[in-house]
């Protein structure tokens, strides 16, 4: 199992994971913290966590290790995730296109995944920021924690130790292209539901059919018929 780093606090774990990668040559590190002051999501979203109650972590993974395009590797990162989750709480977990997870309509985890090329290697930056213990989200209306959605408190190192591992392991046992896109697709929010969504500023209903490999949603709309979409083409409003 690859070394799992904890910091005290940190400003972002995706950023900070460079410093543990200069002197270890591992398929896999992992750093966590339980109070991360400037999270980043994703397309340059923040992710605001509050101290001592969610956990930020981020894996490094060796990227020479996987011949899964970008899109299929995010789809597949998802997928474990929500795996975890579903595992643990013994609920019905969703993946929110493209990749945050839901629990009860209410979003839970988000992730967000780099490229970067450090000490002569490329690896992906695996970033996860996971609300567990928090009880309040007073600006933040979509987002809820394993707390508020399932009424149990779970230790975060114990939390965290077995995620790290569960994660890992995953990793180590890619499936095939197929099935990770039959996976998402079975676990995809609101598919099959009739949904409203936002597109150019204009609000119309439709119904999420699938998503593809190469990371676009295909949506039937009311007025438009079957349309794909890249992220931040459409806003899924429930």
């Known amino acids: 199992m690859g070394q799992l780093f ?38 340059g979203n923040t992710w605001i966590s509050t101290a001592e109650k969610n956990l ?41 296109w493209p990749n945050d997870i839901i629990l009860k309509n209410k979003k839970i985890v988000g992730i967000l995944i780099e490229k970067k090329k450090i000490n002569q290697s490329n690896y992906y930056i695996i970033g996860s920021g996971i609300n567990i213990l928090q009880e309040e989200f007073d600006d933040i209306s979509k987002a809820g924690s394993l707390l508020t959605q399932t009424g149990i408190r779970f230790d975060l190192k114990e939390f965290t130790e077995n995620y790290h591992k569960f994660l890992i392991e995953r990793l180590k046992n890619i499936p095939s292209e197929q099935e990770i896109m039959d996976q998402f697709n079975e676990n995809l929010f609101r598919k099959d539901e009739i949904s409203v969504f936002e597109i150019n500023g204009e609000r119309q209903n439709g119904i999420i059919k699938y998503a593809d490999e190469k990371g676009e949603l295909y949506i039937d709309l009311e007025n438009d018929g079957l349309k794909s979409f890249y992220h931040k083409e459409i806003k899924l409003l429930y």
């Open 6 to 43: 904890y910091q005290k606090e940190s400003l972002s774990t995706n950023d900070e994971i460079s410093q543990y990668l200069l002197y270890d040559n591992s398929d896999f590190i992992g750093l966590h913290t339980f109070n991360q002051t400037r999270g980043r999501g994703q397309y």
């Open 56 to 96: 930020a972590y981020t894996l490094a993974a060796k990227a020479e290790n996987f011949t899964l395009t970008d899109f299929l590797f995010n789809y597949y990162t998802a997928i474990a995730i929500r795996d975890f989750l579903a595992n643990l709480t013994e609920n019905i977990v969703k993946i929110k």
